[in-house]
């Protein structure tokens, strides 16, 4: 740790991972999007062991849910990213994919949250957009955010830079996220480590600083 007048600095996962300043976000582990992504099983293994590590040491831990607006709710963004999604040109042929209640909206069972995690719904990518998610991790005294789930170049990438935008330390549980395109999810690892505010780790790593 590093002081910056009367500011310490933190430089690595160690100097992070204070179960009582910093959460874990399970990012949108759920029923339809786990389907989607080849590999889902291994990566909810690994949510596992973070999970019962974040437990045992005390960590605050939060679910993030993707839900689909109705139809009649959609504006242009989420129509066009709906119609992306389903790679359809004709927005009456959109459905929405994740409507509240249903079961392709649901956390996976294997990582049901327990009723001390903080469960929250949202519409855009970032995990902070629309959601009170900002105000529950500043009211909580949390500077730092460690995120694993699905996908990393969809909606992780975008949550991880925002969280650094409104001054938390966001760090990337690289081996516990899951992707679509693995190309893809690479460049938005390495665009990550370029930038340089993200701390990247792994999963035994992560628990290592846990524990130790």
């Not at 300043?21 to 989607?36: C, P, S, W």
């Not at 509240?100 to 519409?123: H, M, N, S, W, Y």
């Not at 899951?178 to 938005?188: C, P, Q």
Request: charged residues 20%.
């Amino acid at each position: 740790m590093l002081m910056h007048g009367s500011l310490q600095v933190p430089t690595c996962l160690a100097d992070v991972a204070d179960p009582k300043r910093t959460a874990l976000l399970v990012y949108d582990m759920q029923v339809g999007i786990a389907r989607q992504v080849p590999g889902a099983e291994a990566v909810i293994a690994q949510i596992q062991t973070l999970v019962s590590a974040a437990r045992t040491a005390g960590m605050r831990i939060a679910f993030s849910r993707h839900l689909s607006a109705p139809c009649s709710w959609m504006g242009v963004s989420q129509m066009r990213m709906a119609m992306a999604w389903q790679h359809i040109s004709d927005p009456q042929e959109v459905k929405p994919w994740f409507p509240r209640g249903a079961e392709a909206t649901e956390i996976v069972a294997d990582l049901a949250p327990q009723p001390d995690d903080l469960v929250f719904d949202k519409l855009a990518m970032s995990a902070f957009e629309g959601t009170f998610l900002e105000f529950a991790l500043r009211d909580a005294g949390i500077t730092g955010l460690a995120v694993a789930g699905i996908a990393l170049e969809v909606g992780i990438e975008p949550t991880l830079r925002h969280a650094a935008d409104l001054g938390f330390i966001p760090i990337l549980v690289e081996d516990a996220c899951g992707h679509g395109n693995a190309e893809a999810a690479a460049r938005s690892v390495e665009a990550l480590r370029f930038a340089g505010d993200t701390i990247v780790t792994t999963v035994s790593d992560f628990c290592r600083a846990l524990a130790g």
